[in-house]
């Protein structure tokens, strides 16, 4: 089945800009959707076929996907971007939907 | 706005069965793909099975780790999507979510509800 990696986690300061890997066997082929998952809340979609955003989430989310890897950046990251990040795709392979094992954001 | 509203969670033992239920408004249901995801304690989001909308064929698909064991279906009169959870173990133990599907991604979910499979 299609494996999806992604670091366990990323620091970085207030202001800077944070950039999550998802890695996977020619990715850049395939739609790589991002969710942010909060503490205690269920997880929110924040970018949708590599990079679009879905309506409220603002623009310093952003992606990007190409070859074996993709990416989230979260520009001017705030105190509130600190949070757990999962990447997915759909494997047609086997029709089934894979997520990445998650990031966790802290924000120094 | 899409809401959905996951119930019937709780305790269960091993071996035992429980049926999840998740009320959708907001959205056309009898057009959406649904999907339930689960969160064990601590760990990452893992992928339960997806049923599709009766107009695109309706097909069910399982992940492997409760193919045969868990079963979805839907009442569109209801707008509500069910999970039928057999023969449960301890690493089921989770935070279910149901969510709606936009093409091949989550894009709503519920708040999730508790099933603990313990003795």
């Known amino acids: 089945s299609y494996v999806l990696t992604q670091p366990p986690s990323v620091s970085v300061a207030p202001g800077q800009t944070a950039r999550l890997t998802c890695g996977g066997n020619?990715?850049?082929?395939?739609?790589v959707h991002w969710y942010q998952q909060k503490p205690g809340q269920a997880p929110v979609m924040i970018i949708f076929y590599d990079s679009d955003r879905p309506s409220g989430i603002p623009e310093r989310f952003s992606g990007s996907n190409s070859g074996n890897t993709a990416t989230l950046t979260i520009s001017r990251v705030e105190a509130g971007d600190e949070a757990d990040y999962y990447c997915?795709?759909?494997?047609?392979?086997?029709?089934?939907?894979?997520f990445g094992a998650g990031t966790k954001v802290t924000v120094l | 706005e899409v809401q959905l509203v996951e119930s019937g969670a709780g305790l269960v033992k091993p071996g035992g069965s429980l049926r999840l239920s998740c009320a959708a408004s907001g959205v056309t249901f009898r057009n959406a793909w649904l999907s339930w995801v689960r969160q064990a304690p601590g760990k990452g989001l893992e992928w339960v099975g997806r049923?599709?909308?009766?107009?695109?064929?309706?097909?069910?698909d399982y992940a492997a780790p409760v193919k045969g064991r868990f079963s979805i279906s839907r009442d569109d009169s209801r707008n509500t999507l069910y999970l039928q959870m057999n023969s449960l173990k301890t690493e089921d133990t989770a935070v279910y979510y149901c969510?709606?599907?936009?093409?091949?991604?989550?894009?709503?979910w519920g708040q999730g509800t508790l099933l603990t499979v313990s003795s």
């Open positions: 049923i599709k909308s009766k107009g695109d064929g309706g097909a069910i």
């Open positions: 997915q795709v759909w494997d047609s392979a086997s029709d089934h939907y894979v």
């Open positions: 969510t709606t599907h936009y093409s091949s991604g989550l894009d709503s």
């Open positions: 020619n990715i850049g082929s395939r739609g």
